[in-house]
């Protein structure tokens, strides 16, 4: 079974992660998955709604830690599909939203600032650890992660990379609201409804004034050229490598530039 399931109902299109095993880490395959997914909803005049959810106990642990490290050495798939999947978020005219159980690790949490309404179970922890791995905000991340929450709280999210619980995330305008886990779905689909149900043109039109896309991109370029930059680095290799052994990593005898 692919890792990600994609599913049309009443005009609501459904992007399952469904590598629960793997706790939804993310490879270049489900990118490509969940771009081709963002492309569908643009060119289907049927879908109105695009909801990201997850199978299994945490929403997603992130980028695959194994693919990253190919790319460190140069390894990496010939066409990587995650700028797609990205551009076409930042880019989507229509409604986004996400459900999100327990653990939503580094784009797991980034991804969630372009969707226009997120639901998170009372034990979801929004987690950004792109520092700890020697690497940088992604996902345009840098703009719109001080924009919604402020400087002192987003630089405290990536320089620590701790959890953030539901109760802040909320609080801090990360989420719309928290449910109950076992009413996720049904909550998440009850809203998607509700939108479905509203003027396409309207709609999409008042999100387009409501975000501004361009500077997001922009911002997405600039973020990816030292992302990609710092993926070779030598602390980065330190990173993945410790991940790889299951220990703590040691940046000690590594410096800066
Ligand atoms: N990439 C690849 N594999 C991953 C992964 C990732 N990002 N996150 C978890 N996995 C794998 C583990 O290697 C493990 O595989 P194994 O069973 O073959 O050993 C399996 O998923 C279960 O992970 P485990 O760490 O045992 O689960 P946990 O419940 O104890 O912890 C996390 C879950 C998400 C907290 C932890 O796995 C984690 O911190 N992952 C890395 C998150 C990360 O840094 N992502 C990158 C962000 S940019």
Same mark, same amino acid.
């Given at each position: 079974?692919?890792?990600?399931?994609?599913?049309?109902?009443?005009?609501?299109?459904?992007?399952?992660?469904?590598? %629960?095993? !793997?706790?939804?880490?993310?490879?270049?395959?489900?990118?490509?998955?969940?771009?081709?997914?963002? =492309?569908? &909803?643009?060119?289907?005049?049927?879908?109105?709604?695009?909801?990201?959810?997850?199978?299994?106990?945490?929403?997603?642990?992130?980028?695959?830690?194994?693919?990253?490290?190919?790319?460190?050495?140069?390894?990496?798939?010939?066409?990587?599909?995650?700028?797609?999947?990205? !551009?076409?978020?930042?880019?989507?005219?229509?409604?986004?939203?996400?459900?999100?159980?327990?653990?939503? #690790?580094?784009?797991?949490?980034?991804?969630?600032?372009?969707?226009?309404?997120?639901?998170?179970?009372?034990?979801?922890?929004?987690?950004?650890?792109?520092?700890?791995?020697?690497?940088? %905000?992604?996902?345009?991340?840098?703009?719109?992660? %001080?924009?919604?929450?402020?400087?002192?709280?987003?630089? +405290?999210?990536?320089?620590?990379?701790?959890?953030?619980?539901?109760?802040?995330?909320?609080?801090?305008?990360?989420?719309?609201?928290? #449910?109950?886990?076992? +009413?996720?779905?049904?909550?998440?689909?009850?809203?998607?409804?509700?939108?479905?149900?509203?003027?396409?043109?309207?709609?999409?039109?008042? !999100?387009?004034?409501?975000?501004?896309?361009?500077?997001?991109? =922009?911002?997405?370029?600039?973020?990816?050229?030292?992302?990609? &930059?710092?993926?070779?680095?030598?602390?980065? !290799? +330190? &990173?993945?490598?410790?991940?790889?052994?299951?220990?703590?990593?040691?940046?000690?005898?590594?410096?800066?530039?």
């Amino acid at each position: 079974m692919s890792d990600l399931i994609t599913e049309l109902h009443g005009g609501i299109l459904t992007l399952t992660l469904s590598r %629960p095993d !793997k706790k939804n880490a993310l490879t270049n395959a489900m990118y490509g998955a969940l771009a081709d997914g963002l =492309e569908r &909803a643009e060119a289907e005049a049927a879908i109105r709604v695009v909801v990201f959810q997850a199978d299994g106990e945490i929403f997603s642990a992130g980028n695959d830690l194994g693919e990253f490290a190919q790319q460190s050495t140069g390894n990496g798939p010939a066409v990587r599909h995650v700028e797609r999947f990205l !551009k076409n978020l930042a880019r989507a005219s229509k409604p986004v939203m996400a459900a999100v159980q327990g653990k939503a #690790v580094g784009v797991g949490t980034t991804m969630l600032l372009h969707c226009d309404y997120v639901l998170l179970a009372e034990d979801a922890e929004l987690i950004a650890p792109f520092i700890n791995l020697a690497l940088v %905000p992604e996902a345009g991340s840098s703009l719109l992660m %001080p924009l919604r929450i402020g400087h002192v709280r987003a630089f +405290e999210m990536f320089a620590l990379g701790e959890p953030v619980v539901a109760r802040d995330a909320h609080a801090w305008g990360l989420a719309n609201r928290i #449910v109950a886990r076992d +009413e996720l779905r049904a909550e998440t689909r009850r809203i998607a409804e509700l939108l479905a149900d509203k003027p396409a043109g309207a709609l999409a039109l008042a !999100k387009g004034l409501l975000r501004n896309t361009d500077q997001v991109l =922009e911002q997405m370029e600039r973020e990816s050229g030292i992302f990609s &930059a710092q993926l070779r680095s030598a602390e980065a !290799k +330190e &990173a993945f490598q410790a991940f790889a052994e299951k220990r703590k990593p040691d940046f000690s005898k590594l410096s800066a530039g």
